[in-house]
């Protein structure tokens, strides 16, 4: 039994360690921000298909109650740092824009998120 839990536990780590490095690669903002709202538009969905996946697993993969594969403090460190990145990517726009029209999509877009 001792076997089986510790590759589990094996298992979580490698997983955790493989996503945070996927995440990192997702969560890096795109450095040409011209058209800006689609470049947002495709920034946010990438961040949100990453979570999504993740929601389930945490949903999917608890035993009597506890958290296995992904657990909430985990998810919530990943979450800041995605949240971080948007900020970093709107402040650069918001920095080199004179559109008016694209900082109202920009600011339209994230309303309805």
Known sequence: MKK???GVS???QSYRAEREHQA??????????RQFSLVYRRFLHQILGFFAIEDVLLHSTQRDGKEIL???N???RL????????LMLLR???????DCKELLDSK???GKI
């Open 4 to 6: 089986i839990s510790g």
């Open 10 to 12: 094996e298992f979580v």
């Open 24 to 33: 990192r690669l997702l969560f890096t903002p795109p450095k040409d921000i």
């Open 70 to 72: 992904v657990d909430r």
């Open 74 to 76: 985990w998810l919530n």
């Open 79 to 86: 979450l800041q740092t995605a949240v971080s990145r948007v």
């Open 92 to 98: 650069a726009q918001l920095a080199y824009s004179d």
């Open 108 to 110: 339209e877009l994230t």
